[in-house]
């Protein structure tokens, strides 16, 4: 099947570096503009109608600017965001691709990283992906997703409370967050991965099926797009760690070192499950292969039983003249006894020699 995302891809071919191209598919009906603008005493959200809205906010006093943007395929209203807060044209254009490797890149006036956020869809029963980029300013952030609906709310919420650390401290621990909070939903996604891999065992156990087997196919190839999205954030989170820049206070670097020990605990899951899965595979070839050698021992053995009974129908079933067997009275019911003798003898001889 052709991917849509490598199809937008060709209209990048020869263009200057720097040209905004949305590569990728549309995922959202509009863009949505949502901005919190906060700081320990005093909270604002608001959804924007234009661009142009944050300019009232982007360098107030005292004040900590989040601006998140829902759907990357009207270009125009990246590129009017990036002009405002003199964002690289490289950079917006890593935004709109939406194929990009997870990494951060340090521009000096703001830092730049790209993740993977991956939700499940329990209805399709599939996985899904989305990319999800962060610019992180002396006193804003700006987020770009594919689409509607995140794993943001609960940092939404903890942006009401005062009390919070969010509202407390600057914009790079909630860069921290928003990182935090997409590693931490790799756990639920592994979660139902391990249920769905323990049935998957049970079954394969019980009664190993065609259907067992193309389900733990479909899982291989989740692993495969799990770890690709995820191994990379070793190298994005050391990078911050490591960043030589003002933006990320030492405060923060704490936090930091917390989350490249969720990475690490996420990639340590995914690899295990990657070897069960393989192991799986071998489990159901060998059960099938066993599964066969029961039948044709079966068949081998009722075609042993068969193989005596078979020479005696075989031997009085040729038309010599001169077989005095032929004549005698009870010769029938003689041969007939002495076959199924033998044919019971030989079943309980495989019987005792547990061949059966």
């Given at each position: 099947?052709?991917?849509?995302?490598?199809?937008?891809?060709?209209?990048?071919?020869?263009?200057?570096?720097?040209?905004?191209?949305?590569?990728?598919?549309?995922?959202?009906?509009?863009?949505?503009?949502?901005?919190?603008?906060?700081?320990?005493?005093?909270?604002?959200?608001?959804?924007?109608?234009?661009?142009?809205?944050?300019?009232?906010?982007?360098?107030?006093?005292?004040?900590?600017?989040?601006?998140?943007?829902?759907?990357?395929?009207?270009?125009?209203?990246?590129?009017?965001?990036?002009?405002?807060?003199?964002?690289?044209?490289?950079?917006?254009?890593?935004?709109?691709?939406?194929?990009?490797?997870?990494?951060?890149?340090?521009?000096?006036?703001?830092?730049?990283?790209?993740?993977?956020?991956?939700?499940?869809?329990?209805?399709?029963?599939?996985?899904?992906?989305?990319q999800v980029s962060i610019i992180?300013?002396?006193?804003?952030?700006?987020?770009?997703?594919?689409?509607?609906?995140?794993?943001?709310?609960?940092?939404?919420?903890?942006?009401?409370?005062?009390?919070?650390?969010?509202?407390?401290?600057?914009?790079?621990?909630?860069?921290?967050?928003?990182?935090?909070?997409?590693?931490?939903?790799?756990?639920?996604?592994?979660?139902?991965?391990?249920?769905?891999?323990?049935?998957?065992?049970?079954?394969?156990?019980?009664?190993?099926?065609?259907?067992?087997?193309?389900?733990?196919?479909?899982?291989?190839?989740?692993?495969?797009?799990?770890?690709?999205?995820?191994?990379?954030?070793?190298?994005?989170?050391?990078?911050?760690?490591?960043?030589?820049?003002?933006?990320?206070?030492?405060?923060?670097?704490?936090?930091?070192?917390?989350?490249?020990?969720?990475?690490?605990?996420?990639?340590?899951?995914?690899?295990?499950?990657?070897?069960?899965?393989?192991?799986?595979?071998?489990?159901?070839?060998?059960?099938?292969?066993?599964?066969?050698?029961?039948?044709?021992?079966?068949?081998?053995?009722?075609?042993?039983?068969?193989?005596?009974?078979?020479?005696?129908?075989?031997?009085?079933?040729?038309?010599?003249?001169?077989?005095?067997?032929?004549?005698?009275?009870?010769?029938?019911?003689?041969?007939?006894?002495g076959m199924a003798l033998i044919?019971?003898?030989?079943?309980?001889?495989?019987?005792?020699?547990?061949?059966?």
């Amino acid at each position: 099947m052709k991917s849509r995302a490598f199809g937008r891809r060709k209209l990048k071919v020869g263009l200057a570096p720097g040209t905004l191209v949305h590569v990728g598919e549309k995922k959202a009906e509009k863009v949505v503009i949502r901005a919190w603008i906060y700081n320990s005493e005093e909270l604002i959200e608001k959804e924007l109608q234009t661009v142009e809205e944050c300019l009232a906010f982007k360098d107030k006093p005292g004040m900590n600017l989040w601006v998140n943007i829902d759907g990357l395929d009207q270009i125009e209203v990246i590129e009017k965001l990036g002009s405002y807060f003199k964002i690289h044209p490289l950079t917006l254009e890593d935004v709109l691709n939406t194929s990009q490797r997870p990494k951060m890149e340090d521009y000096d006036s703001y830092i730049y990283t790209v993740l993977k956020m991956i939700l499940l869809d329990e209805e399709r029963e599939e996985i899904i992906i989305d990319q999800v980029s962060i610019i992180l300013g002396p006193n804003y952030i700006l987020s770009f997703q594919e689409r509607e609906g995140d794993v943001f709310d609960p940092l939404r919420e903890r942006l009401k409370n005062p009390a919070s650390r969010l509202r407390k401290n600057g914009v790079d621990h909630l860069a921290y967050s928003l990182i935090d909070a997409v590693i931490d939903n790799y756990f639920l996604i592994l979660e139902h991965f391990g249920e769905e891999i323990e049935d998957l065992e049970e079954k394969l156990i019980v009664s190993p099926v065609p259907e067992t087997m193309r389900m733990i196919q479909k899982h291989k190839r989740e692993m495969i797009i799990l770890r690709r999205s995820v191994w990379p954030l070793r190298e994005l989170i050391n990078s911050l760690q490591r960043v030589e820049s003002g933006l990320i206070k030492e405060t923060t670097q704490i936090y930091l070192r917390d989350v490249y020990d969720h990475t690490i605990q996420v990639i340590d899951s995914i690899e295990a499950f990657r070897d069960i899965l393989s192991s799986m595979v071998d489990v159901y070839l060998s059960s099938l292969s066993n599964r066969m050698n029961d039948i044709m021992k079966v068949l081998t053995i009722i075609a042993t039983i068969f193989i005596p009974l078979t020479f005696i129908s075989g031997v009085y079933g040729m038309n010599f003249e001169y077989m005095p067997e032929l004549e005698w009275r009870w010769g029938y019911p003689v041969v007939l006894t002495g076959m199924a003798l033998i044919g019971i003898s030989m079943f309980l001889y495989f019987k005792k020699r547990r061949w059966v």
